[in-house]
């Protein structure tokens, strides 16, 4: 039979605590959201539904078979918290350096 083939995926908010690289990752993204200044950020608010909704499938499908490189991963995972931002009117903050000025 030739057809979809079943992907197994689980679907957790939290899967625990992150590495302190993991959280600067993750201000980093939420920094770049935030700026509104990156192209990639900008171009990701300009999507309709059918093009973000097509980036996520076409990335996870990729990812599936080996085909996905990191950058894709995270460009279409940055595009579509982008793009739920934007359209939710969810507002980012900048990041703050939680280090004392001077130091």
Do not use: C, Y
């Amino acid at each position: 039979m030739i057809g979809p083939q079943v992907v197994k995926t689980t679907i957790r908010p939290n899967d625990g605590p992150m590495s302190p690289a993991a959280q600067q990752g993750t201000l980093a993204l939420i920094g770049l959201i935030a700026a509104q200044e990156d192209p990639a950020v900008l171009a990701s608010q300009q999507f309709d539904v059918v093009q973000i909704v097509s980036l996520l499938l076409q990335t996870a499908g990729r990812f599936h078979e080996g085909e996905a490189r990191l950058e894709s991963i995270t460009g279409a995972l940055l595009s579509g918290a982008t793009w739920i931002a934007h359209h939710h009117g969810l507002v980012f903050e900048m990041p703050q350096d939680p280090r004392p000025v001077g130091h």
